[in-house]
Protein backbone atom coordinates (compact mmCIF):
# COMPACT_ATOMS: atom_id res chain seq x y z
CA UNK A 1 0.00 0.00 0.00
CA UNK A 2 1.05 3.80 -0.67
CA UNK A 3 1.56 6.00 2.30
CA UNK A 4 3.26 8.83 4.12
CA UNK A 5 6.37 7.50 6.11
CA UNK A 6 9.33 9.13 6.76
CA UNK A 7 12.81 9.39 4.97
CA UNK A 8 16.32 9.56 6.56
CA UNK A 9 18.90 11.45 4.91
CA UNK A 10 21.90 9.92 6.22
CA UNK A 11 24.80 12.65 4.67
CA UNK A 12 22.55 15.05 6.95
CA UNK A 13 22.57 13.08 10.09
CA UNK A 14 24.78 13.83 13.07
CA UNK A 15 24.02 10.51 14.74
CA UNK A 16 22.41 12.20 18.04
CA UNK A 17 20.23 10.09 18.42
CA UNK A 18 16.94 11.94 19.36
CA UNK A 19 15.05 10.58 16.73
CA UNK A 20 15.18 7.12 18.23
CA UNK A 21 13.80 8.54 21.19
CA UNK A 22 11.04 10.65 19.91
CA UNK A 23 9.43 7.78 17.90
CA UNK A 24 7.01 5.82 19.53
CA UNK A 25 6.89 2.85 17.38
CA UNK A 26 10.61 1.76 17.86
CA UNK A 27 10.91 2.16 13.71
CA UNK A 28 14.01 4.33 13.91
CA UNK A 29 17.66 2.98 14.96
CA UNK A 30 21.30 3.93 14.87
CA UNK A 31 23.38 1.87 13.12
CA UNK A 32 26.93 2.44 11.96
CA UNK A 33 26.96 5.86 14.00
CA UNK A 34 23.46 7.26 11.66
CA UNK A 35 19.69 6.90 11.96
CA UNK A 36 17.77 4.80 9.62
CA UNK A 37 14.57 3.71 9.57
CA UNK A 38 14.77 -0.21 10.65
CA UNK A 39 11.15 -1.15 9.68
CA UNK A 40 8.95 1.04 7.37
CA UNK A 41 5.81 -1.16 8.24
CA UNK A 42 6.59 0.34 12.02
CA UNK A 43 6.28 3.61 11.17
CA UNK A 44 3.06 5.40 11.70
CA UNK A 45 3.67 8.85 9.73
CA UNK A 46 2.91 10.89 12.17
CA UNK A 47 6.53 12.73 12.44
CA UNK A 48 7.49 12.85 16.20
CA UNK A 49 10.84 12.74 15.10
CA UNK A 50 11.26 15.38 11.78
CA UNK A 51 10.98 18.56 14.95
CA UNK A 52 13.66 17.08 17.18
CA UNK A 53 16.34 16.57 14.42
CA UNK A 54 19.05 19.21 15.27
CA UNK A 55 20.12 19.25 11.58
CA UNK A 56 17.06 18.59 9.23
CA UNK A 57 17.43 14.86 8.21
CA UNK A 58 14.00 13.52 8.16
CA UNK A 59 11.47 14.35 5.61
CA UNK A 60 7.93 12.85 4.35
CA UNK A 61 7.74 10.96 1.78
CA UNK A 62 4.98 8.61 -0.04
CA UNK A 63 5.97 5.16 -1.45
CA UNK A 64 5.23 1.68 -1.54
CA UNK A 65 4.69 0.18 2.19
CA UNK A 66 3.87 -3.26 4.01
CA UNK A 67 0.31 -2.49 5.71
CA UNK A 68 0.89 -2.42 8.93
CA UNK A 69 -0.83 -4.61 11.50
CA UNK A 70 -2.91 -2.34 12.68
CA UNK A 71 -4.26 -1.57 9.54
CA UNK A 72 -5.45 -4.80 8.47
CA UNK A 73 -7.26 -5.05 12.07
CA UNK A 74 -9.02 -1.81 10.63
CA UNK A 75 -10.31 -2.86 7.59
CA UNK A 76 -11.20 -6.53 9.29
CA UNK A 77 -13.92 -4.78 11.20
CA UNK A 78 -16.06 -2.99 8.21
CA UNK A 79 -17.44 -7.04 8.37
CA UNK A 80 -18.89 -6.12 12.04
CA UNK A 81 -22.32 -4.29 12.91
CA UNK A 82 -21.72 -0.36 12.69
CA UNK A 83 -22.44 -0.42 16.37
CA UNK A 84 -19.23 -2.50 16.81
CA UNK A 85 -17.17 -0.52 14.77
CA UNK A 86 -14.12 1.34 15.26
CA UNK A 87 -13.23 4.84 14.45
CA UNK A 88 -10.09 5.44 15.27
CA UNK A 89 -8.11 6.78 12.53
CA UNK A 90 -4.86 7.98 14.38
CA UNK A 91 -2.35 7.21 16.96
CA UNK A 92 -1.07 8.70 19.33
CA UNK A 93 -4.74 9.74 20.93
CA UNK A 94 -3.28 11.23 24.51
CA UNK A 95 -3.62 14.80 24.52
CA UNK A 96 0.06 14.84 26.31
CA UNK A 97 1.43 12.65 23.51
CA UNK A 98 0.28 14.01 20.01
CA UNK A 99 2.39 16.93 18.32
CA UNK A 100 0.33 19.78 17.46
CA UNK A 101 1.51 19.79 13.81
CA UNK A 102 0.75 15.91 12.79
CA UNK A 103 -0.73 15.88 9.58
CA UNK A 104 -4.18 14.58 10.60
CA UNK A 105 -5.01 18.04 12.19
CA UNK A 106 -5.76 19.41 8.99
CA UNK A 107 -9.45 20.62 8.14
CA UNK A 108 -10.30 18.55 10.97
CA UNK A 109 -13.54 18.19 12.85
CA UNK A 110 -11.78 17.74 16.51
CA UNK A 111 -12.93 15.83 19.06
CA UNK A 112 -11.47 16.30 22.92
CA UNK A 113 -12.82 13.63 25.18
CA UNK A 114 -12.20 12.96 28.60
CA UNK A 115 -10.84 9.12 29.15
CA UNK A 116 -13.84 8.32 30.96
CA UNK A 117 -16.38 8.87 28.15
CA UNK A 118 -15.54 6.44 25.87
CA UNK A 119 -16.00 3.60 29.10
CA UNK A 120 -19.96 5.38 30.21
CA UNK A 121 -20.81 5.66 26.46
CA UNK A 122 -21.31 1.96 24.28
CA UNK A 123 -21.97 3.28 21.09
CA UNK A 124 -19.04 6.03 21.73
CA UNK A 125 -16.98 5.12 18.58
CA UNK A 126 -19.80 5.59 16.13
CA UNK A 127 -22.43 8.34 17.69
CA UNK A 128 -19.02 10.40 18.63
CA UNK A 129 -15.67 9.47 17.15
CA UNK A 130 -16.78 9.27 13.45
CA UNK A 131 -15.99 11.66 11.25
CA UNK A 132 -13.77 13.74 14.04
CA UNK A 133 -9.97 13.73 14.95
CA UNK A 134 -10.14 12.32 18.39
CA UNK A 135 -7.61 13.07 21.33
CA UNK A 136 -7.88 12.24 24.88
CA UNK A 137 -6.96 13.26 28.21
CA UNK A 138 -7.49 13.68 32.02
CA UNK A 139 -6.51 16.69 33.41
CA UNK A 140 -6.99 14.94 37.71
CA UNK A 141 -4.75 11.76 36.52
CA UNK A 142 -2.28 13.98 34.36
CA UNK A 143 -2.31 16.36 37.23
CA UNK A 144 -1.47 19.17 34.70
CA UNK A 145 -3.35 21.68 32.21
CA UNK A 146 -3.81 21.00 28.36
CA UNK A 147 -4.84 24.67 27.19
CA UNK A 148 -1.47 25.69 26.27
CA UNK A 149 -1.18 22.10 23.62
CA UNK A 150 -4.91 22.64 22.89
CA UNK A 151 -3.96 26.58 21.45
CA UNK A 152 -0.77 25.09 19.82
CA UNK A 153 -3.50 22.74 17.88
CA UNK A 154 -5.83 25.06 16.83
CA UNK A 155 -3.71 27.84 16.06
CA UNK A 156 -1.31 25.53 13.39
CA UNK A 157 -3.88 23.78 11.98
CA UNK A 158 -7.06 24.74 10.11
CA UNK A 159 -9.61 22.83 12.66
CA UNK A 160 -13.47 23.27 11.21
CA UNK A 161 -15.06 22.43 15.04
CA UNK A 162 -14.51 21.74 18.05
CA UNK A 163 -16.47 18.99 20.26
CA UNK A 164 -15.72 18.40 23.97
CA UNK A 165 -16.95 15.25 25.58
CA UNK A 166 -16.67 15.30 29.06
CA UNK A 167 -18.78 12.97 32.19
CA UNK A 168 -21.02 14.91 34.34
CA UNK A 169 -18.39 14.64 37.34
CA UNK A 170 -16.88 17.40 38.75
CA UNK A 171 -13.04 16.35 37.34
CA UNK A 172 -14.39 16.75 34.29
CA UNK A 173 -14.30 20.36 34.20
CA UNK A 174 -10.63 20.68 33.52
CA UNK A 175 -10.51 19.72 30.08
CA UNK A 176 -13.87 21.80 29.17
CA UNK A 177 -11.59 25.08 30.68
CA UNK A 178 -8.98 24.41 29.02
CA UNK A 179 -10.26 24.12 25.54
CA UNK A 180 -12.57 27.23 26.14
CA UNK A 181 -9.47 28.49 27.23
CA UNK A 182 -7.69 27.37 23.96
CA UNK A 183 -10.71 28.52 21.80
CA UNK A 184 -9.99 32.20 23.49
CA UNK A 185 -6.18 32.10 22.85
CA UNK A 186 -6.25 30.55 19.37
CA UNK A 187 -7.11 33.99 18.00
CA UNK A 188 -9.64 32.45 15.39
CA UNK A 189 -13.44 31.77 15.73
CA UNK A 190 -14.29 27.95 15.26
CA UNK A 191 -17.60 26.28 15.97
CA UNK A 192 -17.53 24.16 19.88
CA UNK A 193 -20.27 22.73 21.70
CA UNK A 194 -19.63 20.82 24.99
CA UNK A 195 -21.52 16.92 25.41
CA UNK A 196 -21.91 15.53 28.72
CA UNK A 197 -22.49 12.27 29.75
CA UNK A 198 -23.62 10.99 33.03
CA UNK A 199 -22.39 8.07 34.65
CA UNK A 200 -24.85 5.80 33.34
CA UNK A 201 -24.08 6.60 29.92
CA UNK A 202 -27.22 9.06 29.15
CA UNK A 203 -26.49 12.43 27.52
CA UNK A 204 -26.98 15.40 29.85
CA UNK A 205 -26.59 17.98 27.27
CA UNK A 206 -27.39 17.87 23.89
CA UNK A 207 -26.66 14.67 21.87
CA UNK A 208 -24.87 15.35 18.15
Request: charged fraction near 25%; glycine fraction near 8%; charge should be positive.
Amino acid sequence: MVRKIIKINESKCCGCGLCVSACQEEAIGIVDGKAKLLRDDYCDGLGNCLPVCPVGAIAFEERETKAKERDIRRRSTQTRPESAQAHLSHWPVQIKLVPPNAPYFSDANLLVAADCTAYACGNFHGEYMKGRITIIGCPKLDGGDYSEKLTDILKLNDIKSVTVARMEVPCCGGIERAVKTALQNCGKMIPWQIVTISTDGNIVSPRL
